[in-house]
């Protein structure tokens, strides 16, 4: 109980540290990235809206194996519990991801798709922050690698996210 009480705590000082270059990171409109990988390895961390003791026991982290579609994540042990997500992602370039608002991948609550443009780990810290409706190339910066992303924003969808697909899933140019 104690190591998992340092990691945790070790990766929220660690992803506080980058926030600012992750956020800061230069964003630019870009057209569809190429995906070549339908595999990788990621890790959703959940933290707790409001900060005391009740809340403090919800954050943790998910790691659904590698490369392995996840249409519900209720079997994620904080799930129900209130907070915000945030990502890492590793993989080769062009390594895809998508996070669903809704499960079984249904759009109708909002979806993000991540592409890897090198093969650094990436960041993505404020789920919230990126523009809708068009590719974005977030460049890299000295602690997070580069990445397109397509976002179709819903409402607080940092704090829903309930399904992940890997690869692409969308025809043409735009995932819609």
Not at 88 to 103: C, D, H, Q
């Amino acid at each position: 109980m104690k190591f998992k009480f340092i990691v945790v705590v070790g990766l929220i000082l660690f992803l506080a540290s980058c926030q600012s270059s992750v956020e800061l990171g230069k964003i630019t409109e870009t057209g569809p990235p190429q995906v070549s990988e339908q595999r990788g390895s990621f890790v959703l961390y959940k933290e707790p809206l409001y900060s005391g003791r009740r809340q403090s026991a919800c954050d943790g982290l998910y790691r659904p194996e590698a490369g392995k579609n996840v249409p519900d994540m209720r079997d994620f042990q904080y799930y129900a519990c209130e907070g915000r997500y945030t990502l890492t992602l590793s993989g080769k370039k062009g390594t895809a991801l998508s996070l669903f608002g809704r499960f079984k991948y249904q759009k109708e609550e909002g979806f993000m798709v991540i592409v890897k443009n090198d093969d650094q780990k990436i960041w993505v810290i404020n789920l919230n922050d990126i523009p809708s409706g068009r590719w974005i190339k977030v460049e890299a910066g000295s602690q997070t690698g580069s990445y397109a992303v397509f976002f179709q924003k819903a409402s607080q969808f940092d704090q829903s996210i309930s399904s992940v697909k890997w690869g692409q899933w969308w025809q043409g140019n735009t995932p819609e």
